[in-house]
């Protein structure tokens, strides 16, 4: 069956950006864009959101770093509100349920897939148990009163056991895990998943 894999670029506070900040808050470094440049999960469909698909792509269309390795990659865009034809290649447009379409695609589909940005779906695909994998590159910066768009808001609770890490450039943390959902935090009695000392 395909993998799903989660991926964020974050701020140490969990911010997915910040006002006034450049994209990857500035400090993309030689390392890190060579990672980006080599595209580990170059067979994998990116699957998006609308938001995230009118940011990527206008960072695409200025040439903003790292976004030329997404450029002949397949992309799904779920959305109700953008139309085709889409202007950034190779991009597919999907108008229903993403959950329904993304279970679709691990059970009939040959090709992983992998999330970019996307909060709001990513947190739908991670609730309905279709995550496999789950990797968050942080950046060495806290924007507490400029972040937004908090990652990790309005997720179920969840233990992340890590598979492997990776710093670039001195101080760019790549983090892998594959994640378990909880039905509550860990040692509650009467929770279902829950572990309780004896």
Do not use: H
């Amino acid at each position: 069956m395909p993998e799903l894999l989660v991926d964020f670029i974050t701020s140490l506070d969990g911010y997915a950006a910040a006002d006034g900040w450049p994209g990857l808050w500035g400090l993309e470094g030689p390392e890190y864009l060579a990672w980006l440049g080599d595209d580990p999960e170059s067979g994998s469909t990116v699957l998006m959101g609308a938001t995230t698909y009118r940011v990527m792509s206008g960072y695409a269309a200025e040439g903003e770093p790292g976004t030329d390795a997404l450029a002949d990659l397949s992309k799904v865009v779920f959305s109700s509100t953008l139309s085709e034809p889409l202007a950034w290649a190779n991009t597919e447009l999907v108008a229903r349920d993403p959950v329904e379409a993304v279970r679709e695609m691990k059970d009939k589909g040959s090709e992983s897939m992998r999330t970019i940005g996307s909060l709001t779906l990513c947190r739908s695909l991670l609730s309905a148990g279709l995550v496999d994998r789950f990797r968050v590159v942080v950046f060495p910066v806290i924007t507490g009163s400029s972040g937004r768009e908090r990652i990790y808001d309005g997720y179920p609770d969840v233990v992340l056991d890590m598979i492997s890490s990776r710093t670039f450039d001195g101080r760019i943390q790549l983090l892998e895990y594959v994640p378990t959902i909880l039905a509550g935090p860990p040692g509650q009695p009467d929770r279902p998943g829950s572990t309780v000392e004896s």
